[in-house]
């Protein structure tokens, strides 16, 4: 794992560029970035590597986060960008999603850019559970513009071992009401239907719509999907490299009150598009090479 030594709290102002990114403790006292362009605002936990929110200026949140989120070490925050690494879904004996999600993040280095922006390098540091995984580096990169971009790098630094995960860049997203959006990018995709026992169906839709609990993983897919929602006036872009699986999930009602740290009512402001390689999908990295996940997340208005 990566050998890197954190940042102590008092030295990160060294880090800080005035006007562009500020450091302070976020809820539960956890740190936290706040990064401000001339056309949008995001913040960022160390806590997971976790993008909270994200929005350009003067416009809704692109980002959902949950009012009733746990910000505690050890949990994972529910909302925003959470980082599955190394395993999707539940594991027996095991978090959910895998450890990357729940482990305070190694900031690296913070760029203003050029022509408006700031890039964020993050890394994870040494972790007992990983100690049962091939020796590895896990290292992510935040750029904050008038879009949102996101670089997950998963490096095998074993001499001899092949290292197989999974990976998913897990974005919930902000709508203004899940009963009138329609997903497109889909259409001819084989998933699986977690809601009913992993049924495995072909997409024949082109626009799909969330109208009860919904929780598919498609695969073998590496299209931009996008999300029309005319109560806000928009359609958000999700678009990803390095990537081969597409999960689309909303809760519902049900599940969505049995969730502690989810609001009852909440589940009609979100839906989650996540990108990754899960299931037949996973990555297998030869010794010394290396994958990147990208995703890009970006809102214009509806025509």
Not at 38 to 63: D, K, N
Request: glycine share 8%; net charge negative; charged share 20%.
């Amino acid at each position: 794992m990566l050998m890197s030594t954190p940042i102590q709290r008092p030295d990160w102002k060294r880090l800080e560029i005035p006007g562009r990114v500020d450091f302070e403790d976020g809820n539960g006292e956890l740190p936290k970035l706040e990064v401000t362009t001339q056309s949008s605002e995001a913040e960022l936990y160390l806590h997971g590597a976790h993008v909270t929110g994200f929005q350009r200026r003067q416009e809704p949140p692109i980002l959902f986060t949950s009012q009733f989120s746990r910000f505690e070490k050890g949990q994972a925050i529910r909302g925003g960008v959470p980082i599955i690494f190394p395993w999707f879904g539940a594991r027996e004996g095991e978090p959910s999603h895998g450890f990357a999600r729940t482990q305070e993040w190694i900031l690296n280095e913070v760029t203003a850019l050029p022509a408006d922006g700031v890039t964020v390098r993050l890394a994870l540091g040494e972790t007992p559970p990983a100690a049962t995984w091939p020796p590895f580096t896990l290292n992510y990169v935040v750029t904050v513009t008038e879009v949102l971009r996101l670089e997950l790098i998963v490096t095998n630094t074993s001499a001899s071992q092949e290292f197989s995960f999974e990976n998913c860049l897990h974005t919930y997203l902000h709508v203004g009401d899940v009963r009138q959006i329609r997903v497109r990018g889909l259409k001819g995709t084989s998933y699986l239907d977690k809601v009913e026992q992993f049924a495995l169906k072909q997409e024949t839709n082109e626009e799909i719509s969330i109208t009860s609990e919904t929780d598919r993983v498609y695969l073998d897919t590496e299209s931009t999907v996008e999300v029309v929602d005319p109560s806000l006036g928009r359609r958000l872009l999700i678009e990803k490299s390095g990537s081969r699986s597409t999960v689309l999930w909303n809760p519902w009602i049900a599940k969505a009150q049995q969730m502690p740290d989810f609001g009852g009512e909440e589940y009609l402001q979100m839906v989650c598009v996540e990108s990754g390689n899960v299931g037949r999908n996973r990555v297998v990295l030869p010794p010394g090479h290396s994958s990147v996940l990208g995703v890009t997340l970006r809102a214009e208005p509806l025509a």
